[in-house]
């Protein structure tokens, strides 16, 4: 049962618009959200963060959306940059001591120049 | 800052040899470091988490005898494969979560396993 889910495997954008990756997920008890952007044969790279306290967390051309009754968020991108290709992971933690990540299955993100 | 690196970047062993993958902090303190596998076209999935100065917590279906955890410092851990197969074959990635900071947690850059 997979508690956190990206629906799209894929999406494809013109540079310069804007691209939105969506993520939800089930498990209620999940209370911090992060963004993870990964490209072939690397590790995760740390995008953005949001708690569940919150419903939109900005970072330059990056900002997140969570709609907590929804159990969905999205990550915008804008304007998109050929740069930005790459795998992106949605991931959940709840609260603990060891805030375990669960991760999503990734959406490969394609920007056209 | 924030970097975790990993050693080596890619192995390959042959069938029943054991396979050590470091993970280290390179400039802050992680008290707890997490091991995920992934394969192809897959999400990451945790396979255990590391503590310093304990035992490792093992998920649901990771054999915990095949999968050493050694957290032996603040700055490093270490995955050993033993008796590795085939099946084994995946990319090993690390995470370390910053002692007393937030819930982000940062990656190596992972280790490509390849068992002949």
């Known amino acids: 049962d997979q508690q956190v889910k990206q629906n799209s495997p894929s999406l494809s954008v013109q540079e310069g618009r804007i691209s939105i990756l969506n993520c939800d997920y089930t498990n209620s008890m999940f209370d911090y959200f992060l963004w993870y952007k990964k490209y072939p044969a690397e590790g995760p790279t740390f995008l953005i963060s949001?708690?569940?306290?919150?419903d939109k967390n900005e970072d330059g051309r990056f900002t997140v959306f969570l709609n907590k009754s929804a159990k969905h968020l999205s990550l915008h991108i804008v304007p998109s940059q050929p740069g930005d290709s790459a795998v992106y992971f949605c991931a959940a933690a709840s609260g603990g001591s060891n805030y375990k990540l669960t991760f999503g299955k990734g959406t490969l993100l394609t920007v056209n120049p | 800052g924030a970097v975790v690196s990993q050693h080596p970047s890619w192995v390959i062993c042959k069938s029943g040899t054991s396979v050590k993958i470091e993970c280290r902090s390179l400039d802050f303190q992680a008290t707890t470091m997490f091991w995920y596998r992934q394969f192809p076209k897959q999400s990451l999935m945790l396979m255990a988490t590391s503590n310093e100065g304990s035992k490792a917590t093992y998920e649901q279906g990771v054999e915990k005898d095949k999968f050493l955890i050694n957290h032996a410092s603040l700055t490093l851990s270490t995955l050993t494969v033993t008796s590795a197969h085939p099946e084994d074959s995946s990319f090993y990635i690390c995470?370390?979560?910053?002692?007393?900071?937030?819930?982000?947690?940062?990656f190596g850059p992972g280790t490509r396993l390849t068992v002949l």
């Open positions: 949001i708690s569940s306290i919150k």
């Open positions: 995470s370390a979560r910053v002692t007393g900071s937030t819930d982000t947690q940062y």
